[in-house]
């Protein structure tokens, strides 16, 4: 198991430079300069050209992925933002542990309460116990993010006023942002596990343990829920990194300083260090979260752990 660890973590470098090259693409079509959106429109046309010098900007794409990828080899650094002139990391890292936060609570949240109902509506078919947690889960899947946050904002702050509104100041600041988070997930959770759990239910393999006189719990329990898990949990690693690269709704609605709204802050000012580093954190982010689901795997389903194991002969 540890070789196809270590290859999936070797498999971060291809990934990092496919994403830097990505970045600095877009980045290059895209309209504006960084000189002028950090001096301003009313800065001398000469002293843009020369910040825009300064900074390398006027470099042709390949020079510039190439400077990129030299700096952080070689000096295993981000570079300094254009913008506060500041080290990228120490303004990516604090953000990146404020969105790590909420993603974190949002998919406890919801798989604690979404994967449960799943499997209750699929056991429960076609009875009060099914209609009624589907059909929420219906219209909740429906409702924007944004729309789900400025409700959440005008019931809990506004009219009943119990939970702050802006900032992270206290505990209770991470409830309506979390929430506007994990409440869409929840909602998939539990259509997406009714789905795999009924689909594993109709297996032959539990008409034959019920032929055989097992009881229903321990169908369900031992082996539907059992073979129902594996496309769960590779679900909720995606809802995890879903959570992380899409936080930034909640951030603008919450005044959250996550990594989200750092990146949409500085693509107004084209603080290309800034928005490159952010995306590396969260290529990388996802790419572990990813190989955990893969270990997981193992330890629900020892068929994909013997597949790693090397036979000894």
């Not at 505990?171 to 929840?186: D, F, G, N, Q």
């Not at 909640?250 to 952010?278: H, K, Q, T, W």
Request: aromatic letters at 10%.
């Amino acid at each position: 198991m540890y070789r196809y660890v270590m290859k999936r973590i070797l498999f971060l470098i291809p990934t990092i430079l496919g994403v830097i090259f990505i970045i600095y693409f877009v980045l290059n079509l895209t309209p504006g300069n960084p000189g002028r959106s950090i001096l301003g429109v009313s800065a001398p046309q000469e002293a843009v050209d020369q910040l825009n010098e300064e900074l390398g900007y006027n470099d042709p794409l390949i020079v510039k992925y190439y400077k990129y990828i030299k700096s952080l080899v070689v000096d295993h650094s981000f570079g300094t933002s254009y913008f506060t002139k500041q080290s990228v990391m120490d303004e990516v890292l604090p953000r990146f542990w404020v969105t790590l936060k909420l993603a974190i609570i949002g998919i406890v949240i919801s798989t604690l309460i979404g994967v449960p109902l799943g499997i209750l509506t699929a056991v429960k078919q076609y009875s009060v116990w099914d209609y009624l947690p589907s059909m929420i889960a219906f219209l909740l899947a429906a409702v924007p993010a944004f729309v789900l946050g400025m409700a959440l904002l005008l019931i809990f702050s506004l009219k009943l006023n119990i939970l702050p509104s802006y900032g992270l100041d206290s505990w209770e600041c991470y409830i309506m942002p979390s929430l506007c988070m994990a409440i869409p997930i929840t909602a998939f959770n539990v259509r997406f596990t009714k789905s795999s759990m009924l689909e594993s239910i109709r297996a032959d393999y539990i008409d034959t343990a019920r032929a055989k006189g097992a009881k229903e719990k321990t169908v369900i329990w031992k082996h539907a829920l059992k073979n129902a898990l594996l496309p769960v949990v590779t679900n909720i690693g995606l809802n995890m990194g879903g959570l992380i690269m899409g936080a930034v709704v909640a951030e603008r609605l919450f005044s959250v300083p996550g990594i989200g709204a750092l990146i949409v802050d500085r693509i107004n000012y084209r603080d290309e260090p800034v928005i490159i580093a952010c995306t590396i954190v969260i290529a990388i982010t996802f790419t572990i979260i990813m190989l955990i689901v893969d270990i997981v795997y193992a330890f629900i389903d020892p068929r994909i752990k013997a597949k790693y194991t090397r036979v000894k002969g």
